[in-house]
Nanobody, 126 residues
Framework: QVQLVESGGGSVQVGGSLSLSCTDS????????VGWFRQAPGKGREFVAA????????GYANYVKGRFIISRDSAKNTVNLKMNSLKPENTAVYYC???????????????????WGQGTRVTVSS
């Protein structure tokens, strides 16, 4: 059973930055497509960003384009989400998810993913 683990959440002021990481103990992250999702208080889970298994393709939700960057670090078996210019509305629990796929393209639907982490909380205050 693959268990993904997120890290890097915390509290930051408006305009600040945070870097989230997603990894697992078995090296799986290097071989799967990965997506980041968020769930704000009282709301459903929604897509943030995704990257395919090779790192050749990535994509973002419109509300984070130009501010968030998703990337792979194969040496560390991690997928990272760098979040810049954070806003209070970015406050949420952020989850990473994995899908066994060696194709081009990304997946924006949470239903496409098999493996999930427990989430890491991000709080942006003014």
């Amino acid at each position: 059973q693959v268990q993904l683990v997120e890290s890097g959440g915390g509290s930051v002021q408006v305009g600040g930055s945070l870097s989230l990481s997603c990894t697992d103990s078995g090296g799986t992250v290097n071989n799967v497509a990965v997506g980041w999702f968020r769930q704000a208080p009282g709301k459903g889970r929604e897509f943030v960003a995704a990257i395919n298994w090779s790192g050749a393709d990535s994509g973002y939700a419109n509300y984070v384009k130009g501010r968030f960057i998703i990337s792979r670090d194969s040496a560390k078996n991690t997928v990272n989400l760098k979040m810049n210019s954070l806003k209070p509305e970015n406050t949420a629990v952020y989850y990473c998810a994995g899908r066994t796929s060696h194709t081009r393209g990304i997946y924006q639907s949470e239903n496409a993913y098999t493996y999930w982490g427990q989430g890491t909380r991000v709080t942006v205050s003014s």
